[in-house]
């Protein structure tokens, strides 16, 4: 979807929210903030925020926000992604339609349902093969969108389908082949006009309790390694096609506890990076810019961030104007 940054006046704003919630029948709100609504707990606020409790509501609110030339972003569970401190112009969609359908060891979801739940859920029906998505702090929506993976597994190995809501309005189901799935990436990443309304799960049978064991063993992992509890946006950057992960080369550089402002390289986590209180945005780019560059000049490898920055960052760098925002080790 698209970020841009043209600002429109408050009262077409004003305008476009009542006719939203007249032809829609939800409440848009004018300079929604984000950053309640991503799991790094940073950035500004949303031209125009609605919220889309199903699936009819996200086609109706995509599509009017096309009709209106309003720029359209989606977002999730927030948690693969940095919204800027200039906040996002148009329409942000929060999605959380929620439906499931279980059939035939097939598992429908729509494209707001946790991942987390999607695991749990599937594991009571004693279907196995979305253990991983309790890892994925992310929606399925996202998950197809980035082909989410962890713990060995990710969405390709178990998709077998997603409703897509087309540039031109109509929907299709498009199968796995056609959603050019590959590490961390699929057609939408590259077709940003294109809306995974849902997704549909091939999996198979297995004792409950089995699948209960592996999802407890992933839990046990998840508090051992990660920095579960505080602010971040889970994994920062993608592992290198080749050596060692992204991880490794951040810790060998020592730079666990490394920040700039409130931002932070996790002490528990080095492909993480947690913010506190009074965080902005701005602090948590410039720490990721800064580890690129150490780690090229250490290692020559260039690190490419997983996290999505989204939202106006025009004029990047800006200046660090806030004492704050300078670096410190």
Same mark, same amino acid.
């Given at each position: 979807?698209?970020?841009?940054?043209?600002?429109?006046?408050?009262? @077409?704003?004003?305008?476009?929210?009542?006719?939203?919630?007249?032809?829609?029948?939800?409440?848009?709100?004018?300079?929604?903030?984000?950053?309640?609504?991503?799991?790094?707990?940073?950035?500004?606020?949303?031209?125009?925020?609605?919220?889309?409790?199903?699936?009819?509501?996200?086609?109706?609110?995509?599509?009017?926000?096309?009709?209106?030339?309003?720029?359209?972003?989606?977002?999730?569970?927030?948690?693969?992604?940095?919204?800027?401190?200039?906040?996002?112009?148009?329409?942000?969609?929060?999605?959380?339609?929620?439906?499931?359908?279980?059939?035939?060891?097939?598992?429908?979801?729509?494209?707001?349902?946790?991942?987390?739940?999607?695991?749990? @859920?599937?594991?009571?029906?004693?279907?196995?093969?979305?253990?991983?998505?309790? *890892?994925?702090?992310?929606?399925?929506?996202?998950?197809?969108?980035?082909?989410?993976?962890?713990?060995?597994?990710?969405?390709?190995?178990?998709?077998?389908? *997603?409703?897509?809501?087309?540039?031109?309005?109509?929907?299709?189901?498009?199968?796995?082949?056609?959603?050019?799935?590959?590490?961390?990436?699929?057609?939408?990443?590259?077709?940003?006009?294109?809306?995974?309304?849902?997704?549909?799960?091939?999996?198979?049978?297995?004792?409950?309790?089995?699948?209960?064991?592996?999802?407890?063993?992933?839990?046990? !992992?998840?508090?051992?390694?990660?920095?579960?509890?505080?602010?971040?946006?889970?994994?920062?950057?993608?592992?290198?096609?080749?050596?060692?992960?992204?991880?490794?080369?951040?810790?060998?550089?020592?730079?666990?506890?490394?920040?700039?402002?409130?931002?932070?390289?996790?002490?528990?986590?080095?492909?993480?990076?947690?913010?506190?209180?009074?965080?902005?945005? *701005?602090?948590?780019?410039?720490?990721? @810019?800064?580890?690129?560059?150490?780690?090229?000049?250490?290692?020559?490898?260039?690190?490419?961030?997983?996290? @999505?920055?989204?939202?106006? !960052?025009?004029?990047?760098?800006?200046?660090?104007?806030?004492?704050?925002?300078?670096?410190?080790?």
């Amino acid at each position: 979807m698209s970020d841009a940054t043209a600002t429109r006046d408050p009262g @077409e704003l004003t305008a476009l929210g009542a006719e939203i919630a007249r032809r829609v029948g939800v409440k848009a709100e004018r300079d929604g903030a984000l950053a309640r609504h991503t799991t790094m707990r940073v950035g500004g606020t949303a031209d125009l925020l609605v919220t889309a409790h199903n699936a009819f509501e996200l086609r109706a609110l995509v599509r009017f926000g096309r009709s209106r030339g309003l720029p359209v972003l989606l977002l999730g569970r927030g948690s693969n992604v940095i919204v800027s401190d200039h906040g996002v112009r148009g329409l942000v969609i929060h999605v959380r339609a929620e439906g499931t359908r279980l059939e035939d060891g097939r598992y429908r979801a729509e494209a707001g349902v946790p991942m987390a739940r999607a695991a749990t @859920e599937t594991q009571k029906a004693g279907l196995t093969g979305l253990e991983f998505g309790l *890892a994925i702090p992310g929606s399925v929506g996202g998950a197809v969108w980035a082909n989410a993976g962890a713990h060995g597994s990710d969405v390709e190995q178990v998709i077998d389908s *997603a409703d897509v809501l087309l540039a031109d309005g109509s929907e299709q189901r498009l199968s796995r082949d056609a959603l050019d799935l590959a590490y961390r990436d699929s057609r939408f990443k590259h077709a940003r006009d294109e809306v995974v309304l849902g997704a549909t799960f091939v999996l198979e049978p297995a004792p409950p309790d089995v699948i209960k064991a592996r999802l407890d063993e992933i839990r046990r !992992w998840r508090q051992e390694h990660q920095p579960l509890g505080l602010p971040s946006a889970g994994s920062v950057f993608r592992n290198p096609s080749d050596g060692p992960s992204a991880g490794e080369l951040i810790d060998r550089a020592g730079l666990k506890g490394h920040r700039i402002g409130r931002a932070r390289i996790s002490e528990k986590h080095a492909n993480f990076i947690v913010t506190e209180a009074g965080a902005k945005a *701005a602090d948590v780019r410039r720490l990721i @810019e800064d580890v690129q560059a150490r780690i090229e000049a250490r290692d020559g490898v260039k690190l490419r961030p997983e996290v @999505e920055l989204i939202g106006d !960052w025009d004029g990047w760098p800006w200046p660090a104007d806030e004492p704050s925002q300078g670096a410190t080790e």
